[in-house]
């Protein structure tokens, strides 16, 4: 038995126990993660506190082994958040999204003046708290660990070929500042969401039923109506004059004529009195049609067709062959080469109006009307194999990875500064996942990711970061955290985390009136907080607090990087 001894005694640094230790702290973390308080839990982020208690057991690491999984689990993690927000980076800027965007800027920078406050006050560089160590604890009381690796990474890199063991160590306590931080983090953000309830008197219910009536009225999914052609002007035009002379984009799918015969229209089909018209447009646009084209009447049009007149079918394909992928929608001559028409496409789950303009990626799904057989054999030439969307496509993540870390590692010079600025491979990896998923396509690189494959990339990266963290600053925690300057950093981190939100929320709700499922969205995307948005969720029973998530989550993932760095940068270089 002295073999499983010696596999399991604290301070063995083989490679067996070090995987071993990896093991436990990653499933025993997770498990626990799962074990909800007041209705919140941890998540992964629990991986981080097994971390330490073994740590302070005496549990050790190869040091290279420990070294190499903190920084290839961070690499990971951030470049599958940033393959899985690169589509909607820059359409969040769009719109309403610019005000949400701007008030989570504006959190931000509350939360990086709070902690250069506190850093000050405390007496700057001769206060008990370094600044590292303050961004440690801004990085968990703003629950985003990618901010802290990418501190973390960029001080190591500042110490280059010097000091190495020093650097090491004041990482050290960054991470200890951020796992006493932590968990007032998430609490704090549900507390600020509770106060503007009840500050503004606000009726969950009634906030539910205003997100409902604005989704019913919507102007941005694909509208479709059946139009009676009526207009003695219109008869007589084809759908190519039509276009010329309606300046919004619109798909006639299908023209049944007064003879009941249906057919799939193409550019020089000619319309007529009495013709009844199945039209794809934006809601905003109904009117332009009703004045043009006629009433708009009641009809439930056959998907499979039973007649003999009547033999169009509509059917979903998928897009699974990567060569048309980034190929516009347009360019496939749908109409002249498969005598079908593309009304939608469906994409991460939003439906797109099919214009000409618009370039296809994997995954898409496409809504076909015409023949069975045309539709068939677009089908066959797109691939639609859901089977085939399920392989992971490693080729784009690896140079995905090799270009972040080219990019990461490019010096930049700004004055002032007497190292130059890196992204790091925390920050490279970020960009460049942000560039290659919206802009792929385009060149035909093939970014699709099932959401399971990205999931799956994504947690074992920030287990493996998390457990490495824990393990390495485990030993010197309890001696740390459990004193009059741990206790500061709680305070502190309570202090960054619900200030600023409460500002914002504030603002949010008493200047542009936003609604409070959105707010309580908005201020989890600020924090990257997935524990809050599950709390958000369950209180709003609909999506709209994800939507606001997903809306300010990009850009805020991506400034919590770069500051946390730019910190260390301006004050420790």
């Known amino acids: ?40 839990s941890l998540g992964v982020t629990f991986v981080l506190f097994v971390g330490i208690v073994m740590g302070h057991l005496g549990y050790t690491a190869q040091t290279d082994t420990l070294h190499f999984l903190r920084e290839f689990g961070l690499i990971l993690f951030i470049f599958s958040i940033g393959m899985q927000v690169g589509p909607g980076f820059f359409s969040s800027f769009k719109e309403g999204g610019m005000k949400m965007n701007g008030l989570a800027l504006l959190g931000i920078g509350l939360n990086v003046a709070i902690m250069l ?53 004041i990482s050290q306590q960054m991470s200890m500042g951020y796992a006493a931080a932590y968990p007032l983090g998430v609490i704090g953000i549900i507390v600020v969401m509770l106060i503007i309830k009840n500050v503004y008197k606000i009726n969950v219910a009634e906030e539910i039923k205003h997100i409902e009536d604005d989704n019913a009225k919507s102007q941005l999914a694909p509208h479709v109506l059946t139009f009676k052609v009526t207009n003695e002007l219109i008869s007589g035009l084809s759908i190519k004059k039509l276009h010329q002379l309606i300046s919004v984009n619109f798909i006639i799918s299908r023209v049944m004529k007064p003879d009941g015969e249906v057919v799939i229209p193409t550019s020089e089909t000619i319309l007529g009195l009495e013709d009844e018209v199945l039209l794809v447009c934006s809601q905003q646009d109904e009117e332009v049609f009703t004045r043009f084209l006629g ?184 001696e740390t955290v459990f004193t009059p300057t741990g206790g500061m950093w ?18 949010a709700r008493g200047k542009y009136k936003l609604n409070y499922l959105s707010i309580m969205g908005m201020i989890s995307g600020n924090y990257t907080d997935p524990p809050a948005l599950a709390y958000a969720n369950k209180i709003a029973g609909n999506d709209a607090p994800a939507v606001a998530y997903s809306t300010v989550y990009p850009l805020t993932m991506f400034m919590r990087v770069i500051v946390a760095q730019m910190l260390i940068l301006f004050f420790c270089a």
């Open 117 to 169: 406050g506190i850093y000050f006050i405390q007496g700057g560089s001769e206060g008990f708290s370094s600044l590292p160590e303050l961004v440690g604890v801004m990085s968990g009381a703003v629950t985003n660990t990618p901010g802290l690796g990418a501190a973390q990474q960029t001080l190591l890199q500042i110490a280059g070929s010097g000091d190495q063991s020093a650097a090491y160590s």
């Open 490 to 507: 709680v305070l502190y981190g309570f202090i960054i985390t619900t200030i600023p939100l409460l500002v914002v929320g504030l603002i």
């Open 295 to 478: 009433p708009i009447i009641d009809k439930e049009w056959d998907r499979d067709g039973d007649s003999a007149t009547f033999h169009v079918v509509s059917r979903r394909i998928v897009v699974t062959k990567s060569e048309y992928n980034g190929k516009k929608l347009g360019e496939m001559r749908l109409r002249m080469g498969f005598k079908l028409n593309v009304t939608r496409v469906s994409r991460a789950g939003v439906d797109l109006l099919a214009t000409p303009n618009l370039r296809l990626r994997m995954g898409d799904r496409l809504t076909a009307v015409g023949k069975e057989e045309d539709i068939n054999r677009l089908a066959e030439r797109l691939g639609n194999s859901v089977k085939r969307l399920n392989e992971p496509n490693l080729i784009t993540m690896f140079i995905g990875i090799f270009l972040g870390i080219i990019v990461g590692s490019i010096p930049l010079k700004f004055p002032g500064l007497s190292v130059p600025m890196k992204l790091g491979l925390a920050g490279g990896p970020l960009v460049v996942a942000i560039l290659l998923s919206n802009w792929g396509p385009k060149y035909h690189l093939v970014t699709y990711t099932s959401s399971a494959a990205n999931l799956l990339l994504r947690e074992i990266g920030i287990c493996l970061f998390l457990a490495s963290v824990g393990i390495s600053a485990g030993a010197n925690f309890a």
């Open 1 to 40: 038995m002295d073999w499983i001894i010696d596999l399991l005694s604290p301070g063995r640094e083989s490679l067996a126990s070090t995987i071993l230790l990896y093991s436990f702290v990653i499933f025993a973390g997770i498990y626990l993660g799962k074990i909800r308080f007041f209705g919140i």
